[in-house]
C-alpha cells in the first residue's frame, strides 16, 4: 500500500511578475482535515499563492497537486470543480443579485433542485442572513458581502477552503463569529486562512505558516510562532510587543 | 411585489400585447401596418443585443454583422429554394455558427471588453466590405446573384411553410413578424427564469466569481453570444420579407450604433426597453425623414445626449421606479419598506427585473 497522498501539495512553487519574485521556490504540504494559518507582511505572496492554487495564476514554474493530481495551470472552474473553493481578498460576489440568489449559484453546482432550497436555507441561518435573503447584495454593509462570499464558499462544499482575510472589515463579534463556524467546518474539511489580525488566529490556529519575500519563513504551531523571534522581527514585532 | 401576483400581470399583459397584434391589421392602414412590421423586425434585433448586452454582460458594436448574414442568409435561399421555410432557418442558422466561430476565439482568447468592441466593429465593417464588392456576374450563390452594392432585389418574401404557391399578404406577415417579436421576448423572459439564465446574469456580475464556483464564463459567454446571432440573424430574415430587397447597407455602422441608442434610450438590463427604445427612435426617424428641417443624426445624438444625461437608466426602468415610489404598499409593513428602499439603491440594472 503506498504512503497516504497529502489533499495538498504544492513543490518548488515560483511566479514570477516580470523581474518580482512573488513567489519563490514554495514547497507546502496539507494534510485531509487540516486547519492552517497563512501569516506574513504585505506583499509577500500570500494571496499570490493563493492566486496558483486556484487557477487565477498560472506559476511560473513548480508543480501542485491536489490529492495527487496536478492542477497548476488548470483552468479555475476545473480547479473549483475538483473541489477547491476559495473566498478572495477583494470580496468576489455577484453584487446585482439577491443575497439568496447568490447562495444558490454556489448550490446549484452540486445539489438536485429538490435538496437545492434547503440547502440554501441552511447556508443562509449559518451566515445569519436569513433576514437579508432578498436583499441585493450591492445594497448590504461590508461585513455582510463578506458573509455572503463565505456563505458561497461553504455552499458550494469544497474539499478544501480557502480564505483570505475572511474577517477584514468585521467587528469584534463578527468576527468571533466567523472563527466559529471556521472551527465548525474544519470538523469535516480542510481549510487555509490567511489572516493578519492576531487575535483571530489565536482563536482558530493549530499550525501557522509564515510567509516573507515570496519565502516561507517558517512553519510550526501557533504558539512557537509567535515566540519565533525572525517572525517578531519581519512581521509581529510591534503587535506581539504592545 | 408577491410572486402570484406578478406572474397574473404578465400574463394578462402577455394577453394584452396578443389581442393588440390580431386587432392592428384590422383597425389601421395598410401603410401604417407596413411601418409597424418593420419596426417589429427591428425589434427583434433590439432584443438581440438587449439579451447579450443588458444580461449577458457582452457589448457588441457588431450585432448588425448577424442581422446582415441573417439577412443575406434568407435572401440567398429564398431565391435559390424559392421556398422560405428553410431560407428562415438558414437565417437563424448561419449567423449563429459565425456568431459560434467569432465567440470561441474572441472569449477562449480571453480578450477583454474594449477589444471585443473593436473586434464586432471591424467584423461588421469587413462583412459591409466583402459584400459590397460583389457586382457582376461571377458573384453568385446558385442562382443568386449577390449584386453588391446594388443588393439584391425582389427576393421572395415569406410563404405558407412549405407550400410556396401561398404568398403572404401584408397582414399575415405583420402577424407573422409581431409574433416572432412576441415569441422571443417570452422565450427570453423564460430562459433567463430559468437556471440557465440566472447563470448567464451571474457571468455578466462577476467573471471570477463564477469560475471559483466551477461555471466556465468562456463556454457561457460564447452560447450567450451565440444566441444573440441566431436571434439577431432572424430579425434580418423578417426585415428582408418586409421589403423584399437587401442590401450591404444592412451591415451599416449608423445601424449598429443606432441599436445601442434603442437600448440606451429604453433602458439596459429589460427586456421591454429596447423594444420601446426602437419603436420610439425608428418612428422619430421615420417622420423626420419626411421633412428637411433637421438632419435625423443630429436627432437622434440630441436624443442620446439627454438621455445619457437625465434619464441613465432609459424609460422603462425608470418608469418602473417611479411606478415603485407611487403605489405605497397598502399597509407599509417594515418589511415592504424595506424592500421599496433597496429596489430603489439598487445597481442601474437589476439582474431580470422588469
Request: hydrophobic letters at 50%; one cysteine or more.
Given at each position: 500500500?503506498?504512503?497516504?497522498?497529502?489533499?495538498?501539495?504544492?513543490?518548488?512553487?515560483?511566479?514570477?511578475?516580470?523581474?518580482?519574485?512573488?513567489?519563490?521556490?514554495?514547497?507546502?504540504?496539507?494534510?485531509?482535515?487540516?486547519?492552517?494559518?497563512?501569516?506574513?507582511?504585505?506583499?509577500?505572496?500570500?494571496?499570490?499563492?493563493?492566486?496558483?492554487?486556484?487557477?487565477?495564476?498560472?506559476?511560473?514554474?513548480?508543480?501542485?497537486?491536489?490529492?495527487?493530481?496536478?492542477?497548476?495551470?488548470?483552468?479555475?472552474?476545473?480547479?473549483?470543480?475538483?473541489?477547491?473553493?476559495?473566498?478572495?481578498?477583494?470580496?468576489?460576489?455577484?453584487?446585482?443579485?439577491?443575497?439568496?440568489?447568490?447562495?444558490?449559484?454556489?448550490?446549484?453546482?452540486?445539489?438536485?433542485?429538490?435538496?437545492?432550497?434547503?440547502?440554501?436555507?441552511?447556508?443562509?441561518?449559518?451566515?445569519?442572513?436569513?433576514?437579508?435573503?432578498?436583499?441585493?447584495?450591492?445594497?448590504?454593509?461590508?461585513?455582510?458581502?463578506?458573509?455572503?462570499?463565505?456563505?458561497?464558499?461553504?455552499?458550494?462544499?469544497?474539499?478544501?477552503?480557502?480564505?483570505?482575510?475572511?474577517?477584514?472589515?468585521?467587528?469584534?463579534?463578527?468576527?468571533?463569529?466567523?472563527?466559529?463556524?471556521?472551527?465548525?467546518?474544519?470538523?469535516?474539511?480542510?481549510?487555509?486562512?490567511?489572516?493578519?489580525?492576531?487575535?483571530?488566529?489565536?482563536?482558530?490556529?493549530?499550525?501557522?505558516?509564515?510567509?516573507?519575500?515570496?519565502?516561507?519563513?517558517?512553519?510550526?504551531?501557533?504558539?512557537?510562532?509567535?515566540?519565533?523571534?525572525?517572525?517578531?522581527?519581519?512581521?509581529?514585532?510591534?503587535?506581539?510587543?504592545? | 411585489?408577491?410572486?402570484?401576483?406578478?406572474?397574473?400581470?404578465?400574463?394578462?399583459?402577455?394577453?394584452?400585447?396578443?389581442?393588440?397584434?390580431?386587432?392592428?391589421?384590422?383597425?389601421?392602414?395598410?401603410?401604417?401596418?407596413?411601418?409597424?412590421?418593420?419596426?417589429?423586425?427591428?425589434?427583434?434585433?433590439?432584443?438581440?443585443?438587449?439579451?447579450?448586452?443588458?444580461?449577458?454582460?457582452?457589448?457588441?458594436?457588431?450585432?448588425?454583422?448577424?442581422?446582415?448574414?441573417?439577412?443575406?442568409?434568407?435572401?440567398?435561399?429564398?431565391?435559390?429554394?424559392?421556398?422560405?421555410?428553410?431560407?428562415?432557418?438558414?437565417?437563424?442558422?448561419?449567423?449563429?455558427?459565425?456568431?459560434?466561430?467569432?465567440?470561441?476565439?474572441?472569449?477562449?482568447?480571453?480578450?477583454?471588453?474594449?477589444?471585443?468592441?473593436?473586434?464586432?466593429?471591424?467584423?461588421?465593417?469587413?462583412?459591409?466590405?466583402?459584400?459590397?464588392?460583389?457586382?457582376?456576374?461571377?458573384?453568385?450563390?446558385?442562382?443568386?446573384?449577390?449584386?453588391?452594392?446594388?443588393?439584391?432585389?425582389?427576393?421572395?418574401?415569406?410563404?405558407?411553410?412549405?407550400?410556396?404557391?401561398?404568398?403572404?399578404?401584408?397582414?399575415?406577415?405583420?402577424?407573422?413578424?409581431?409574433?416572432?417579436?412576441?415569441?422571443?421576448?417570452?422565450?427570453?423572459?423564460?430562459?433567463?427564469?430559468?437556471?440557465?439564465?440566472?447563470?448567464?446574469?451571474?457571468?455578466?456580475?462577476?467573471?471570477?466569481?463564477?469560475?471559483?464556483?466551477?461555471?466556465?464564463?468562456?463556454?457561457?459567454?460564447?452560447?450567450?453570444?451565440?444566441?444573440?446571432?441566431?436571434?439577431?440573424?432572424?430579425?434580418?430574415?423578417?426585415?428582408?420579407?418586409?421589403?423584399?430587397?437587401?442590401?450591404?447597407?444592412?451591415?451599416?455602422?449608423?445601424?449598429?450604433?443606432?441599436?445601442?441608442?434603442?437600448?440606451?434610450?429604453g433602458g439596459l438590463g429589460t427586456l421591454l426597453g429596447p423594444i420601446v427604445g426602437c419603436v420610439l427612435i425608428e418612428y422619430i426617424v421615420a417622420n423626420i425623414g419626411s421633412q428637411?428641417?433637421?438632419?435625423?443624426?443630429?436627432?437622434?445624438?440630441?436624443?442620446?445626449?439627454?438621455?445619457?444625461?437625465?434619464?441613465?437608466?432609459?424609460?422603462?426602468?425608470?418608469?418602473?421606479?417611479?411606478?415603485?415610489?407611487?403605489?405605497?404598499?397598502?399597509?407599509?409593513?417594515?418589511?415592504?419598506?424595506?424592500?421599496?428602499?433597496?429596489?430603489?439603491?439598487?445597481?442601474?440594472?437589476?439582474?431580470?427585473?422588469?
Amino acid at each position: 500500500m503506498a504512503e497516504l497522498v497529502p489533499l495538498l501539495k504544492a513543490e518548488h512553487l515560483t511566479m514570477r511578475f516580470g523581474g518580482v519574485v512573488a513567489n519563490d521556490d514554495i514547497t507546502f504540504t496539507l494534510d485531509e482535515m487540516e486547519l492552517r494559518c497563512l501569516i506574513g507582511p504585505n506583499g509577500a505572496g500570500k494571496s499570490t499563492f493563493f492566486k496558483t492554487l486556484t487557477g487565477q495564476l498560472v506559476p511560473t514554474s513548480g508543480a501542485i497537486a491536489f490529492r495527487g493530481l496536478p492542477i497548476a495551470g488548470k483552468e479555475s472552474h476545473q480547479i473549483a470543480r475538483m473541489g477547491i473553493g476559495i473566498k478572495t481578498q477583494v470580496p468576489n460576489v455577484f453584487n446585482g443579485l439577491s443575497v439568496r440568489e447568490n447562495i444558490w449559484l454556489a448550490v446549484r453546482r452540486r445539489a438536485t433542485p429538490r435538496q437545492q432550497g434547503p440547502a440554501v436555507n441552511a447556508v443562509l441561518e449559518m451566515i445569519r442572513l436569513t433576514d437579508h435573503a432578498d436583499r441585493i447584495v450591492a445594497t448590504l454593509a461590508h461585513g455582510q458581502r463578506q458573509w455572503v462570499e463565505i456563505g458561497m464558499v461553504l455552499a458550494a462544499e469544497p474539499e478544501l477552503i480557502l480564505l483570505d482575510e475572511p474577517a477584514a472589515g468585521m467587528t469584534d463579534e463578527e468576527t468571533f463569529h466567523t472563527a466559529a463556524i471556521i472551527r465548525e467546518i474544519n470538523q469535516t474539511r480542510a481549510i487555509i486562512v490567511v489572516e493578519h489580525d492576531m487575535e483571530f488566529i489565536k482563536q482558530i490556529a493549530k499550525k501557522v505558516t509564515v510567509f516573507h519575500q515570496g519565502r516561507v519563513l517558517v512553519e510550526d504551531t501557533v504558539s512557537k510562532v509567535l515566540a519565533d523571534q525572525r517572525v517578531r522581527d519581519v512581521y509581529l514585532g510591534k503587535k506581539v510587543a504592545a | 411585489m408577491p410572486a402570484r401576483f406578478r406572474i397574473v400581470a404578465q400574463a394578462i399583459a402577455v394577453l394584452l400585447a396578443m389581442v393588440a397584434i390580431a386587432a392592428i391589421p384590422a383597425g389601421i392602414e395598410l401603410f401604417t401596418v407596413m411601418q409597424l412590421t418593420l419596426f417589429a423586425a427591428m425589434a427583434v434585433l433590439a432584443l438581440s443585443l438587449a439579451f447579450i448586452w443588458g444580461f449577458g454582460g457582452i457589448l457588441s458594436f457588431g450585432q448588425t454583422a448577424f442581422f446582415g448574414l441573417g439577412g443575406y442568409a434568407y435572401a440567398v435561399a429564398a431565391i435559390n429554394f424559392q421556398d422560405s421555410t428553410p431560407a428562415i432557418l438558414l437565417a437563424i442558422v448561419v449567423p449563429a455558427l459565425f456568431a459560434a466561430v467569432l465567440g470561441y476565439f474572441v472569449f477562449f482568447g480571453r480578450i477583454s471588453d474594449v477589444y471585443l468592441g473593436v473586434i464586432t466593429l471591424t467584423v461588421t465593417l469587413i462583412l459591409f466590405n466583402c459584400v459590397n464588392s460583389t457586382s457582376g456576374e461571377e458573384y453568385h450563390i446558385g442562382k443568386a446573384l449577390l449584386g453588391g452594392f446594388n443588393g439584391m432585389p425582389s427576393v421572395p418574401t415569406f410563404n405558407m411553410p412549405f407550400d410556396p404557391s401561398q404568398v403572404l399578404s401584408p397582414e399575415q406577415s405583420w402577424y407573422i413578424t409581431a409574433g416572432a417579436l412576441l415569441a422571443v421576448f417570452l422565450l427570453l423572459r423564460l430562459l433567463l427564469a430559468l437556471p440557465a439564465g440566472r447563470v448567464i446574469v451571474a457571468v455578466r456580475e462577476n467573471e471570477v466569481r463564477a469560475s471559483l464556483l466551477g461555471y466556465d464564463p468562456r463556454l457561457i459567454k460564447c452560447l450567450t453570444f451565440i444566441l444573440g446571432g441566431a436571434i439577431a440573424g432572424l430579425a434580418g430574415a423578417l426585415y428582408v420579407n418586409w421589403g423584399a430587397f437587401v442590401s450591404p447597407t444592412i451591415f451599416s455602422l449608423s445601424l449598429s450604433a443606432e441599436i445601442i441608442i434603442w437600448i440606451t434610450v429604453g433602458g439596459l438590463g429589460t427586456l421591454l426597453g429596447p423594444i420601446v427604445g426602437c419603436v420610439l427612435i425608428e418612428y422619430i426617424v421615420a417622420n423626420i425623414g419626411s421633412q428637411q428641417l433637421l438632419n435625423s443624426n443630429l436627432v437622434l445624438g440630441a436624443v442620446l445626449l439627454v438621455f445619457v444625461l437625465l434619464l441613465p437608466k432609459g424609460l422603462v426602468p425608470t418608469a418602473r421606479d417611479l411606478l415603485l415610489r407611487l403605489v405605497p404598499a397598502p399597509r407599509p409593513k417594515v418589511e415592504r419598506l424595506d424592500e421599496t428602499l433597496s429596489s430603489q439603491a439598487a445597481p442601474p440594472h437589476p439582474a431580470g427585473a422588469e
